[in-house]
């Protein structure tokens, strides 16, 4: 495995981790209703964006490199 593509699968690897802790932290604020839930959900939304931004940014840069 190439490390562009190693590199692929570790932003999609961050990005169902960061999409995972936004559903739970929504779930856990639904069920307890503290302020510190509602602002990891957010977070993980927000860090889940930036990752996709960043994978966007990267395939762009390298869009020249093959695979292998």
């Known amino acids: 495995m190439s490390l ?6 570790f932003i999609l690897a ?3 981790l960061a999409a995972f ?6 779930q856990e604020y ?7 839930h509602l602002v990891g959900a957010w977070s993980a939304v927000g860090s889940g964006l930036l990752i996709l931004v960043y994978g966007r940014f990267f395939l762009k ?3 020249s490199i093959r695979y292998l």
């Open 4 to 9: 562009k593509a190693f590199h692929i699968v």
């Open 14 to 16: 961050t990005f169902a």
């Open 21 to 26: 802790l936004a559903v739970w932290f929504f």
């Open 30 to 36: 639904a069920r307890t209703q503290l302020n510190s």
């Open 61 to 63: 840069k390298l869009k």
